[in-house]
């Protein structure tokens, strides 16, 4: 029993799934500034329509910043809360001021590749160590992201 958390996890496994959520962590801090960024910026015939959705967008990473700063806490751990070691880990890399729409779009459907792939990974890991509620939080972003996947793919008609 020495070997399992305070949520009757084991805490290797634990700490191991608490890293990659660090990365996820890192990622979404990263895109959700870079949305920021899209929503102050945007310039253009979708100004309108592209303003709000980035908005939605990144009300939406909020809400999964936190969650996911929870979830390792929740794991035993602590979460980074520098933005420089953010930066550092993240799969997202800063976007450079960006008025564009399409380009904007495009660099959402990146981001949400690299974050659905990471997300798969944590899946794995947290099936693997027992973890409902990592595993059901994984899930339910997938699912949501892969259909704005699809709408914003729709969008910039790439699909």
């Given at each position: 029993m020495s070997n399992l958390n305070n949520i009757g996890l084991d805490k290797e496994k634990s700490e191991?799934?608490?890293?990659?959520?660090?990365?996820?962590?890192?990622?979404?801090?990263?895109?959700?500034?870079?949305?920021?960024?899209?929503?102050?910026?945007?310039?253009g015939k979708s100004f309108f329509e592209l303003h709000i959705k980035f908005e939605e967008l990144y009300n939406?990473?909020?809400?999964?910043?936190?969650?996911?700063?929870?979830?390792?806490?929740?794991?035993g751990f602590t979460p980074e809360h520098r933005y420089s070691e953010y930066v550092s880990k993240s799969l997202i890399e800063e976007s450079v001021k960006v008025t564009d729409g399409e380009k904007a779009v495009d660099e959402i459907?990146?981001?949400f590749k690299a974050l659905i792939s990471l997300q798969r990974e944590i899946l794995d890991l947290s099936d693997d160590a027992g973890d409902e509620g990592t595993n059901a939080m994984m899930s339910d972003y997938i699912s949501e992201q892969e259909k704005l996947v699809w709408m914003y793919s729709s969008y910039a008609h790439k699909q």
């Amino acid at each position: 029993m020495s070997n399992l958390n305070n949520i009757g996890l084991d805490k290797e496994k634990s700490e191991k799934l608490s890293k990659k959520l660090g990365e996820l962590l890192a990622s979404y801090t990263v895109f959700y500034q870079n949305t920021r960024g899209y929503h102050w910026n945007i310039k253009g015939k979708s100004f309108f329509e592209l303003h709000i959705k980035f908005e939605e967008l990144y009300n939406d990473l909020f809400v999964k910043i936190d969650d996911v700063a929870e979830r390792i806490l929740t794991l035993g751990f602590t979460p980074e809360h520098r933005y420089s070691e953010y930066v550092s880990k993240s799969l997202i890399e800063e976007s450079v001021k960006v008025t564009d729409g399409e380009k904007a779009v495009d660099e959402i459907l990146n981001a949400f590749k690299a974050l659905i792939s990471l997300q798969r990974e944590i899946l794995d890991l947290s099936d693997d160590a027992g973890d409902e509620g990592t595993n059901a939080m994984m899930s339910d972003y997938i699912s949501e992201q892969e259909k704005l996947v699809w709408m914003y793919s729709s969008y910039a008609h790439k699909q």
